[in-house]
């Protein structure tokens, strides 16, 4: 089995495992290499991430596809956890969803995550006013079905994002586009909401009959009170913060560089921040450098 065959193999496993698979956003293959050092299940590599932390672009659908599977195949690269890819409304219609597919599983990723947006996407976090059109159940499905068929392995994960509850069409909405993702092939469904109480989610899970049928996955950025426990409790497989080392980044960056803005020498933000030699040991340096030494005295 390669490399690529275990890490689907363990997302596979995971998610009908007793607890939920818990994954982290990465917008960056150190990122990646931390969240597994920190016992995390898997790796989520999400638009938001690489849009704003690699291109200081708005997530709007700016982010081409080969520029997404490039951050994708970074992160995997640093990890041994499975990387979860996502894939915004698949870079187009159904031939570019068909085409992301078979991109991202020859290179090696894990499974992949698409929402029924229509484009150009509204990110489901931004909170001002804007039109948000969705991709007809029945066309979403068709490139759900077209996606899958084009498979050439049987553990990549599609993970179909329902966006709703976001665009306000409601539950009703949500149980019937859960249905026809699901006929279509779909391997998981993530639904989403801005509701911080979950009632929302629960009305879904009370009326959707297919709940027991595939694994469910939540990004609780929006409702983050909710623990991964009582997630699970509720039937949710997968459990993803999405974008907390993203923004703790932001926020250690902003405050060091506003202390050294303001004290004018280096030593001022030395507490705060991680040591030249915890770098060095995270990548591995003292082991690169021994080898090449061992190859010249060799």
């Known amino acids: 089995m390669n490399r690529a065959d275990r890490k689907r193999r ?37 638009g938001l991430g690489v849009a704003t932390m690699t291109y200081a672009i708005p997530d709007l659908n700016l982010v081409t596809m080969t520029e997404a599977l490039a951050a994708a195949r970074r992160a995997d690269a640093a990890t041994s956890l499975p990387v979860i890819a996502d894939c915004d409304n698949g870079f187009g219609s159904l031939s570019n969803v ?5 991109e991202y599983e020859r290179a090696g990723i894990a499974a992949i995550c698409v929402e029924d947006n229509a484009f150009p996407k509204r990110n489901s976090l931004y909170a001002g006013d804007t039109q948000r059109d ?92 909710f623990t991964v426990e009582e997630l699970g409790s509720r039937g949710f497989r997968m459990v993803i913060f999405a974008n907390h080392p993203m923004r703790a980044a932001v926020t250690a960056i902003e405050q060091t560089l506003e202390t050294l803005g303001r004290e004018r020498r280096a030593s001022a933000v030395d507490p705060e921040i991680a040591p030249v ?17 061992a190859s010249e005295d060799g």
């Open 98 to 102: 068909v085409r992301t597919v078979r």
């Open 134 to 225: 969705l991709v007809s159940p029945r066309e979403q499905a068709a490139r759900i079905r077209a996606a899958k068929m084009t498979q050439e392995t049987n553990d990549f994960l599609f993970i179909a994002r329902i966006e709703s509850l976001i665009a306000g069409t409601g539950v009703e909405d949500a149980c019937l586009r859960a249905d026809a993702y699901v006929d279509a092939g779909a391997d998981a469904i993530l639904i989403h909401s801005r509701d911080k109480t979950l009632s929302e989610i629960e009305r879904f899970l009370d009326s959707w009959e297919g709940r027991d049928a595939i694994p469910l996955v939540s990004v609780p950025t929006l409702y983050p009170s």
């Open 10 to 46: 363990a997302l596979r496993t995971g998610l009908q495992g007793a607890s939920p698979v818990v994954a982290v956003g990465a917008h960056d293959a150190m990122t990646a290499c931390l969240i597994e050092r920190h016992g995390f299940d898997a790796v989520w590599v999400s």
């Open 277 to 293: 030699d915890h770098i060095f040991e995270l990548v591995g340096t003292k082991d690169a450098i021994e080898l090449e030494d």
